[in-house]
């Protein structure tokens, strides 16, 4: 009995312990891994407008990539390999090779495993450089190659993801400017549309520009000088957009398109009694302009750009007289006076806001060479105003002492340097200055704001143009990379900002 019992306790114990084997508790089951996709691309054998395969990135639930080139992206066959059992846009089953989509917008795609686990990624295509597309078509495919032609044709917009798109609208369009015009191989343009229509979101109307900011290889001075003018105390500062052009099916760069200075309802409400001036030299008057010359300081002439007068008419009597009226005195030896200095004639805060961006850029036009503009209505105060032409702001001049982020520039306009004998007007300049030195980051991150905006137009427009890493007149620094230009561009601008803080505290 004692063996028996030996052997049963053994067995029992060696079951115990799990021995046997068959009482072990059974292995989790696997878990299934959620299905992914693993490859994303277009290829040129399933797109035939393509000129290359087009690889996209995932990165988690993102696909993202570029179609370099503008064709459209309304009806593209994707290719993927996924670990799925299927792969869907809102329940529609895709097939990788031959499934068609609209990549206009965002889709998501969702791959789902044979247990039921899904996992969605969001396709986000950016076609050319994501930037809308003007398409300009003169008749008969005529050049534009006159300032004082217009060439008849029409205009549409292809808005992408941003802007409405325009039909094709009757136009004509003709050259513009003076230096960019006759230097630059990149045109600007004046277009003229047959009816007032939304034009890249701006407001209706008939006549627009087209910069072509060559000078400028950041493309930003002027839509960042626009950018201080939102925030100022001026009535009105021209809106733009940036937007590729095709010229008769050609790419021709990027443009900054914007708003012409000129009396309208949306742009400057002067009505038909209201004055736009501008201060101006000969060589750059047309023909037919309208003006007179400044009878005090003799440094420059003042253009009526609005509204179309007669010379010696009362109208023209009247903006002369008043304008004279003023200089005589600011430079009068009542100059200080409340009822017959300067401030009689003068809505000071926008003498101070445009003062302000004008040195704070250091536009080199803006000591009293062109494009100041003033405007008035019969019986109110000389307003400055608006903002125009800063492509040589922000240091990007080689023939004057503007290229430097030290030193006064616009200060030593006539009109201003006597500004600044007055102790108010300097305190009104600084209280001021203290709001644009508070909005100093606002400014930095719209540069960058907007650099990425053209991170894949600057390419193009450097493909097509080739400016970078070469002298453009009239460029004081030559950079081989956009971002380089960028970068001078924002470093000159804190260097400004940091002498003018210390110099105004000196004044």
Known sequence: MGYYKTILIMMVFTSGCGGGGSSLPSEPPAAQLAPIISTFSFLVENNSDLEADVALTINSGSITGRIPINISVTDLIASFQHSGSSVSITSIDQQSGSTANDFSTILTYTTSGSDGQTTDYQVDLTRF???PIVYLTTDFFAAIDSKDDYVQG??????GRHFDDLAPVEMKIRGRGNSTWYLHPKKPFQMKLSDKVEFLGMPN???WLFLAEYSDKTMLR??????MGYISNLDWTPQGRFAEVYINDEYNGTYNITQKVEESDNRVPLGDKGYLLELDQLERLDSDDVY???TVTDQFLVNIKEPNLDLNSSEYTYIKELIGSFESAIFGSNFLSDTEGYIKYIDV????DWYLISEITKNVDSMFFSSMFLNVMPGEKIKMGPLWDF???FGNVDYADSRYAEGWWVKYHPWYERLFQDPDFVDRVKVRFAYFKHNQDFILDKIDTYAQQLQWAQQENDNKWQTLGIYVW???????TYQEEVDHMKAWYVDRMTWLDNALTDL
């Open 129 to 131: 450089t994501d930037l």
């Open 205 to 207: 109307d008939k006549k």
């Open 391 to 393: 492509d040589l702001s």
């Open 222 to 227: 002027n839509k960042i000088s626009f950018e």
């Open 292 to 294: 007179f010359e400044s």
């Open 349 to 352: 805060d926008s003498f101070v």
């Open 474 to 480: 009239p460029n004081p620094v030559i950079f081989d």
């Open 154 to 159: 029409e205009s549409s917009i292809d808005g």
